[in-house]
């Protein structure tokens, strides 16, 4: 008797749910959200936000670079800003101290992440990363900002150069870490836009399958972030996401041949793929070095999280290893048990190739062994959903596109099978 009452109030339940149209997976946030977020940001770091252009917080940060050429230029010139021929020709000391190594690192890199997978030839994504260190008498120092990452982000068809055009939209990233917050949230329209103004959200395509008209949506600072950096359930402080140089080169072999065809460098600046060069091993360490602060970062604030454990295993198999590691070579467990073996590679690579994008940040790491088994069940029903589940916001995975029935199939069985 009671279990069909149960069974009639999850048909309710489920029903309820239909009314509405499915909608997205990852949080959205509000305008209303993001401009109280914005007001409060500015009174905690007197940092105006009215009509904040890039520009604005480049002056604010004390960095004197134009913009454009922050944006446009090659991130060896931007790690050496003294120099003048054609570089930065900053003064040796900025705002009373001395620019010193390490103040700016940039690095270009190919980002499949930011890429529209549901359209038919997904153009490449590529992003630029630039983090400045906050001079100590500049107004962000003062306020208690340590530094800033500035990620320009590009899509360009693999014949042009990725990083020619502008970037539509800039994320940043404040590091404030004796602020409650440790890491704060802003966004800026392309350049090209008054300037660079501040925009109150990221426009993409994490949630395509919902939406028509290309499926992108706005997702807003600062809830719309935190659903990836603050990953699992808002967590306070929000993290700072590795990037995950083997994962491009994955993806070079489904969903990207184009760029591999096109011989287009994945870490741009090494101009190479050649993984044994003294190129590559130079734009490689920088991004040991932002991974390396990624891990600080997340230590300090949620020390056993999947984010952390995930940082610390690139940076364990790259310690001395520059080459591409193959997604078994990247497995953890969190919880002591197995991690992934070589008889399950093409069943992780589904998981790579599909889930990754977010589930490298968002709920769990499909690299953490035991965090997929014991969803594996809840997976099943996600990655095949009934036609009732179908209309549940954010249940059918992934929610970027539509699977194709033989991948399905085949994630099914690898899902059902593993223990
Ligand atoms: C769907 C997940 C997702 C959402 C939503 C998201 N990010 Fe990220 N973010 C990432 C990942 C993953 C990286 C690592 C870079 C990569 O893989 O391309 C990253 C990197 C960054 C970085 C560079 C520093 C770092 O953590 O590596 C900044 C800055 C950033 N994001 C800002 C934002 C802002 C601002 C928003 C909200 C407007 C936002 N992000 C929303 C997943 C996300
Ligand atoms: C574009 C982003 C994105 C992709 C790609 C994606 N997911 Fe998700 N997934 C989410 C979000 C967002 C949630 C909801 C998280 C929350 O509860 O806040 C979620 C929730 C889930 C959950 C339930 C939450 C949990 O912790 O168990 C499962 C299971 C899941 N996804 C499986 C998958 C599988 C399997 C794939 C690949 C076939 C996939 N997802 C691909 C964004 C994504």
């Known amino acids: 008797m009671s279990g069909t009452r149960t069974d009639v109030l999850i048909a309710m339940v489920l029903v309820g749910a239909a009314a509405h149209a499915a909608g997205p997976a990852v949080t959205t946030g509000t305008p209303e959200g993001a401009r109280s977020y914005y007001r409060a940001l500015s009174k905690e770091f007197r940092l105006n936000t009215d009509g904040l252009t890039l520009q604005g917080l480049l002056d604010y940060l004390g960095y004197p670079i134009p913009a454009e050429r922050l944006e446009a230029l090659p991130s060896d010139v931007l790690m050496h800003p ?10 040796p000391t900025l705002m009373g101290a001395r620019l010193r190594e390490g103040d700016i690192l940039a690095s270009r890199f190919f980002a499949p992440k930011i890429v529209n997978v549901s359209a038919a030839t997904p153009a490449p994504g590529w992003r630029k990363l630039v983090r400045l260190r906050t001079h100590p008498d500049s107004p962000a120092a003062r306020a208690g900002i340590q530094a800033a990452i500035i990620l320009f982000n590009f899509i360009a068809p693999v014949d042009r150069d990725p990083f020619a055009g502008h970037s539509p939209n800039t994320q940043v990233m404040l590091i404030a870490p004796t602020h409650p917050k440790y890491v704060y949230w802003l966004d800026f329209h392309g350049l090209d836009v008054d300037g660079g103004s501040l925009s109150l959200a990221l426009n993409q395509s994490f949630d395509a399958v919902s939406f028509p008209d290309g499926g992108t949506v706005d997702y807003f600072v600062p809830d719309g972030c935190n659903a990836c950096h603050g990953s699992p359930g808002n967590r306070t402080p929000p993290m700072v996401n590795y990037l995950d140089t083997d994962h491009w080169f994955d ?66 198999i790259h310690e001395r290893d520059d080459a591409h590691q193959p997604p078994v070579a990247r497995g953890f467990s969190s919880d002591g048990g197995p991690s992934w073996s070589g008889a399950e590679a093409s069943g992780l690579a589904l998981l790579n190739r599909y889930c990754f994008r977010c589930h490298g940040s968002v709920q769990f790491s499909v690299f953490d062994r035991p965090s997929v088994v014991v969803r594996a069940g809840d997976m099943r029903q996600r990655v095949t959903p009934g036609k009732v589940q179908l209309r549940i916001s954010g249940f059918r995975m992934p929610p970027d596109r539509v699977l194709p029935a033989n991948e399905a199939a085949a994630l099914d069985q690898f899902l059902k099978n593993v223990k």
Do not use: M
């Not at 003294?82 to 003064?91: A, K, R, S, T």
């Not at 489904?254 to 287009?264: E, K, N, Q, S």
């Open 82 to 91: 003294l120099e003048c021929d054609g570089g930065l020709c900053l003064p």
């Open 251 to 316: 993806r070079l072999t489904d969903d990207f041949a184009a760029v591999a065809d096109a011989g287009l460098p994945l870490l741009f600046d090494a101009q190479t793929n050649d993984t044994g060069t003294v190129a590559y091993a130079r734009a490689f360490d920088v991004i040991r070095q932002i991974n390396e602060e990624a891990l600080a970062q997340n230590q300090v604030v949620h020390l056993d999280s999947f984010e952390a454990r995930a940082a610390q295993k690139w940076l364990s």
